[in-house]
């Protein structure tokens, strides 16, 4: 077992891009406040006062969208749509959701047309913050931040709009879901003799470097959850990663090497007819195994999924390739 919470330089902050719409091209005008609330919410850049239960619901990021979903409400826009089914999956995006640009550059023109009456982002949208203001009470939460815990900050997330959507109940029966759901695949793994495997846990950017996931990442909790050990000590970034050659994966010779697709097209092949890649210990082993895309940027369910995945893939024994 290895000892947990090192440190390592890393970053990875997504780089955010010029927000240039203009109010006045968006058509937006200041409105007056409601002189009853039904509610105010402290968040990281203020707080948000509602007077009534919103209705239509704009996410700028996909862990939002995520968690208005778990909730039942069905977001009237949201950033990167098309983006999200290829790359989240779960829970479904229904149809007729409206695009509203990309997550790091959304169009304010593109938001104030759907009329929202509540705006869910991250403070990595705080220099269009007034703008977003303008437009409807805008909620500021970031899972994803310098020192925060993703997990916990996930389900932070879940709860507060649950409350503001009339939703609490819903709230905690999605985490309760998630727990006892990591709960039961422990105890199939512990049935199968797989507590404390040594897990690396992957993506592949191209056939000698790997994204890795760190034990400060949301998906670590699923790794610890099962009663697993996440193989690499060092924290990564914020985000939960650091990039790695595949030879820093030499050392680990117990670990089971878990890939998350998609992977790069030609890949498999690539990695086939190299002598590197032969000759890594999880190869030799038979020791590789590759799991559906889980998106490692997500609120609560990513956790979920992957614990779902990485158990069924475990019990379903390894191999020496990827697909």
Same mark, same amino acid.
């Given at each position: 077992?290895s000892?947990?919470?090192?440190?390592?330089?890393?970053?990875?902050?997504?780089?955010?891009?010029?927000?240039a719409?203009?109010?006045?091209?968006?058509?937006?005008t200041?409105?007056?406040?409601?002189?009853?609330?039904?509610?105010? !919410?402290?968040?990281?850049?203020?707080?948000?006062?509602?007077?009534?239960?919103?209705?239509?619901?704009?996410?700028?990021?996909?862990?939002?969208?995520?968690?208005?979903?778990?909730?039942?409400?069905?977001?009237?826009?949201?950033?990167?749509?098309?983006?999200?089914?290829?790359?989240?999956?779960?829970?479904a995006?229904?149809?007729?959701?409206?695009?509203?640009?990309?997550?790091?550059?959304?169009?304010?023109?593109?938001?104030?047309?759907?009329?929202?009456?509540?705006?869910?982002?991250?403070?990595?949208?705080?220099?269009?913050?007034?703008?977003?203001?303008?437009?409807?009470?805008?909620?500021?939460?970031?899972?994803?931040?310098?020192?925060?815990?993703?997990?916990?900050?996930?389900?932070?997330?879940?709860?507060t709009?649950?409350?503001?959507?009339?939703?609490?109940?819903?709230?905690?029966?999605?985490?309760?879901?998630?727990?006892?759901?990591?709960?039961?695949?422990?105890?199939?793994?512990?049935?199968?003799?797989?507590?404390?495997?040594?897990?690396?846990?992957?993506?592949?950017?191209?056939?000698?470097?790997?994204?890795?996931?760190?034990?400060?990442?949301?998906?670590?909790?699923?790794?610890?959850?099962?009663?697993?050990?996440?193989?690499?000590?060092?924290?990564?970034?914020?985000?939960?990663?650091?990039?790695?050659?595949?030879?820093?994966?030499a050392?680990?010779?117990?670990?089971?090497?878990?890939?998350?697709?998609?992977?790069?097209?030609?890949?498999a092949?690539?990695?086939?007819?190299?002598?590197?890649?032969?000759?890594?210990?999880?190869?030799?082993?038979?020791?590789?195994?590759?799991?559906?895309?889980v !998106?490692?940027?997500?609120?609560?369910?990513?956790?979920?999924?992957?614990?779902?995945?990485?158990?069924?893939?475990?019990?379903?024994?390894?191999?020496?390739?990827?697909?």
């Open positions: 077992m000892t947990r919470r090192q440190t390592t330089p890393g970053s990875g902050r997504i780089t955010l891009g010029l927000l719409v203009t109010m006045l091209a968006a058509g937006v200041m409105a007056t406040a409601a002189p009853v609330h039904a509610g105010s !919410w402290v968040h990281e850049n203020g707080s948000v006062s509602l007077a009534t239960t919103p209705k239509r619901v704009v996410a700028l990021n996909w862990a939002a969208t995520e968690a208005l979903l778990l909730l039942g409400v069905t977001p009237i826009g949201i950033a990167d749509r098309d983006g999200y089914s290829h790359w989240v999956h779960e829970p995006l229904p149809e007729g959701v409206h695009n509203v640009g990309s997550r790091t550059a959304p169009s304010l023109e593109a938001i104030a047309e759907l009329k929202p009456d509540l705006i869910v982002t991250s403070s990595e949208m705080s220099p269009a913050g007034n703008l977003l203001n303008r437009i409807a009470p805008t909620y500021v939460i970031s899972v994803y931040k310098e020192g925060h815990d993703p997990y916990r900050q996930a389900r932070h997330m879940l709860r709009l649950g409350d503001m959507l009339g939703q609490t109940a819903r709230a905690e029966a999605v985490i309760a879901d998630v727990e006892q759901t990591l709960a039961t695949q422990r105890s199939r793994l512990e049935r199968a003799g797989h507590s404390g495997d040594d897990i690396a846990l992957v993506s592949f950017l191209d056939p000698r470097h790997v994204r890795i996931n760190t034990p400060n990442g949301m998906l670590d909790t699923a790794i610890e959850a099962l009663g697993l050990n996440n193989v690499w000590p060092y924290d990564g970034n914020f985000w939960g990663f650091s990039v790695i050659g595949l030879d820093a994966l050392p680990y010779r117990d670990a089971r090497l878990v890939v998350i697709s998609p992977t790069l097209p030609g890949l092949d690539s990695l086939a007819n190299s002598p590197f890649w032969s000759h890594l210990p999880p190869v030799r082993n038979r020791q590789v195994y590759q799991v559906d895309p !998106w490692t940027f997500g609120g609560l369910y990513p956790v979920k999924r992957l614990a779902l995945l990485l158990t069924d893939a475990l019990l379903a024994g390894g191999s020496n390739h990827v697909r």
